[in-house]
């Protein structure tokens, strides 16, 4: 499933592209994916012009010339490409924007739990039902003394409390598994008894690792894709997601997992306290 990382790769390939497009035509295929398509063909947005790409957590919003913005989420098989309008529409791609320049931008989704809904912008430039998304792990109101305090605010499993959009937004279950290796705290140690040292641990970590996995251009692990098709290089790097049963890479150990609300979660026994 996409995560941060992957969100950011999409939205710096779609800033090289899309502001300064005009969009000339829209084409909804399909009735709706994680929610209607209807309101977006409706929307009235053919005549308007792409002057912006962001993106917040897991969510990018292409911005346009009146205010609003088209929200998107690569839910689960979601991906993006911006290719010639003459190419015929593949399978599973369910809106499709022809572009001013000949181009058209494509989200093809086969499982359909992405998400492109128009919406108002606030003068921050985002959606207001955004407004439950905690701090961006890449900024400094993720620190330390707030991931303690939230950490203590709840008695939960530090995985589970990591991968809560509302405390900090993007970190999925890749990036989960990894940071905590990373810090040497295992999945399952209950949140509120973390020490400030520990929160500090795993919060570096998260930002190392998301910061190379940015660089990486993402992971590719089943379907995501940058939008020029290429997969994510992030995967080489992994070091313990999706390989329970081989040996630790530092100390040796047999990797183990454990389940936590419904995901198995990769940890080393020996490395991870
Ligand atoms: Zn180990």
Same mark, same amino acid.
């Given at each position: 499933?996409?995560?941060?990382?992957?969100?950011?790769?999409?939205?710096?390939?779609?800033?090289?592209?899309?502001?300064?497009?005009?969009?000339?035509?829209?084409?909804?295929?399909?009735?709706?994916?994680?929610?209607?398509?209807?309101?977006?063909?409706?929307?009235?947005?053919?005549?308007?012009?792409?002057?912006?790409?962001?993106?917040?957590?897991?969510?990018?919003?292409?911005?346009?010339?009146?205010?609003?913005?088209?929200?998107?989420?690569?839910?689960?098989?979601?991906?993006?490409?911006?290719?010639?309008?003459?190419?015929?529409?593949?399978?599973?791609?369910?809106?499709?924007?022809?572009?001013?320049?000949?181009?058209?931008?494509?989200?093809?989704?086969?499982?359909?739990?992405?998400?492109?809904?128009?919406?108002?912008?606030?003068?921050? *430039?985002?959606? @207001?039902?955004? #407004? /439950?998304? %905690?701090?961006?792990?890449?900024?400094?109101? =993720?620190?330390? $003394?707030?991931?303690?305090?939230?950490?203590?605010?709840?008695?939960?499993?530090?995985?589970?409390?990591?991968?809560?959009?509302?405390?900090?937004?993007?970190?999925?279950?890749?990036?989960?598994?990894?940071?905590?290796?990373?810090?040497?705290?295992?999945?399952?140690?209950?949140?509120?008894?973390?020490?400030?040292?520990?929160?500090?641990?795993?919060?570096?970590?998260?930002?190392?690792?998301?910061?190379?996995?940015?660089?990486? *251009?993402?992971? @590719?692990?089943? #379907? /995501?894709? %940058?939008?020029?098709?290429?997969?994510?290089? =992030?995967?080489? $790097?992994?070091?313990?997601?999706?390989?329970?049963?081989?040996?630790?890479?530092?100390?040796?150990?047999?990797?183990?997992?454990?389940?936590?609300?419904?995901?198995?979660?990769?940890?080393?026994?020996?490395?991870?306290?």
């Amino acid at each position: 499933m996409p995560e941060l990382p992957e969100a950011e790769t999409v939205t710096r390939a779609l800033e090289r592209v899309l502001p300064g497009r005009k969009i000339t035509g829209v084409m909804v295929r399909v009735p709706k994916l994680r929610t209607s398509l209807q309101p977006l063909a409706d929307a009235d947005l053919a005549g308007h012009v792409f002057t912006a790409v962001h993106r917040r957590g897991r969510y990018i919003i292409l911005t346009m010339d009146d205010q609003r913005g088209l929200l998107l989420h690569l839910g689960m098989t979601g991906a993006v490409s911006v290719v010639p309008a003459i190419e015929s529409p593949r399978h599973h791609e369910h809106v499709i924007l022809k572009l001013d320049n000949g181009d058209s931008f494509r989200f093809e989704d086969p499982r359909r739990f992405g998400l492109l809904e128009c919406h108002p912008l606030k003068t921050d *430039g985002l959606p @207001t039902v955004l #407004d /439950f998304l %905690g701090p961006e792990p890449l900024t400094e109101d =993720f620190c330390t $003394e707030y991931f303690y305090q939230m950490a203590h605010r709840r008695h939960i499993a530090v995985k589970e409390l990591l991968m809560d959009n509302t405390v900090v937004t993007g970190v999925g279950n890749i990036y989960a598994t990894e940071s905590l290796f990373m810090a040497g705290i295992r999945p399952i140690h209950r949140s509120d008894r973390l020490s400030r040292m520990e929160c500090g641990r795993l919060v570096d970590a998260v930002k190392e690792i998301l910061t190379r996995a940015i660089a990486a *251009g993402g992971t @590719t692990i089943s #379907d /995501f894709r %940058g939008v020029d098709g290429s997969e994510g290089n =992030f995967n080489r $790097e992994l070091l313990i997601y999706g390989k329970v049963g081989e040996p630790c890479p530092h100390c040796g150990a047999i990797l183990r997992t454990v389940k936590l609300g419904g995901r198995s979660s990769c940890y080393c026994p020996k490395c991870q306290k």
